[in-house]
T-cell receptor, first 113, second 111 residues
Framework: NAGVTQTPKFQVLKTGQSMTLQCAQDMNHEYMSWYRQDPGMGLRLIHYSVGAGITDQGEVPNGYNVSRSTTEDFPLRLLSAAPSQTSVYFC????????????FGPGTRLTVT | KNEVEQSPQNLTAQEGEFITINCSYSVGISALHWLQQHPGGGIVSLFMLSSGKKKHGRLIATINIQEKHSSLHITASHPRDSAVYICAVGMSGGGADGLTFGKGTHLIIQP
């Protein structure tokens, strides 16, 4: 199993550009989520999904869109990048029953200039 | 919204010392997670607790649901334990509606 994969690992955007951060998992996990990690702050939930076709907002959803067309993939879209979105983004997945162990991707470091 | 507080924020210790990291939260939870993040960023799950105590190698995690408090202990600490340790809580289904994280404890173990 590859676990949770994220691409790209690094990205630099100009203000106003759009892009999609990719996240995929091969463990057949129902639950997937996106977090951002900023210096001096804990990870914060952006969006999450409990299954294909079902998404919901987390603590800091503004400026981000998600969709979940398959169990495996959960892309995060930045519609019009802003410097405040400079952060490290982590995707995570887990089962909705059982151990609830969280599996994290390696992260995407995004800089918006 | 649950508030998660970790202490200490930073901890430097000598190799072999017994380490304790604390986590407290404000609202009842379904599960508490301890995570480890090494320099370079990868996050690894260490434990998920809903009650009692769990042990894995030199790591021990305990939770007191009534006190809304958890501790992570490292016995016979080693420089390779140097990392950021993060506490996270889930309100339902172990976190099916997202986790709330503490800010982390930065641990350095000196040889």
């Amino acid at each position: 199993n590859a676990g949770v994969t994220q691409t790209p690992k690094f990205q630099v955007l100009k203000t106003g550009q759009s892009m999609t951060l990719q996240c995929a998992q091969d463990m057949n996990h129902e639950y997937m989520s996106w977090y951002r990690q900023d210096p001096g702050m804990g990870l914060r939930l952006i969006h999450y999904s409990v299954g294909a076709g079902i998404t919901d907002q987390g603590e800091v959803p503004n400026g981000y869109n998600v969709s979940r067309s398959t169990t495996e993939d959960f892309p995060l879209r930045l519609l019009s990048a802003a410097p405040s979105q400079t952060s490290v983004y982590f995707c995570a997945s887990t089962r909705l029953a059982g151990s609830y162990e969280q599996y994290f991707g390696p992260g995407t470091r995004l800089t918006v200039t | 919204k649950n508030e998660v507080e970790q202490s200490p924020q930073n901890l430097t210790a000598q190799e072999g010392e017994f380490i304790t990291i604390n986590c407290s939260y404000s609202v009842g939870i379904s599960a508490l997670h301890w995570l480890q993040q090494h320099p370079g960023g990868g996050i690894v799950s260490l434990f998920m607790l809903s009650s009692g105590k769990k042990k894995h190698g030199r790591l021990i995690a305990t939770i007191n649901i009534q006190e809304k408090h958890s501790s992570l202990h490292i016995t016979a600490s080693h420089p390779r334990d140097s990392a950021v340790y993060i506490c996270a809580v889930g309100m339902s289904g172990g976190g099916a509606d997202g986790l709330t994280f503490g800010k982390g404890t930065h641990l350095i173990i000196q040889p």
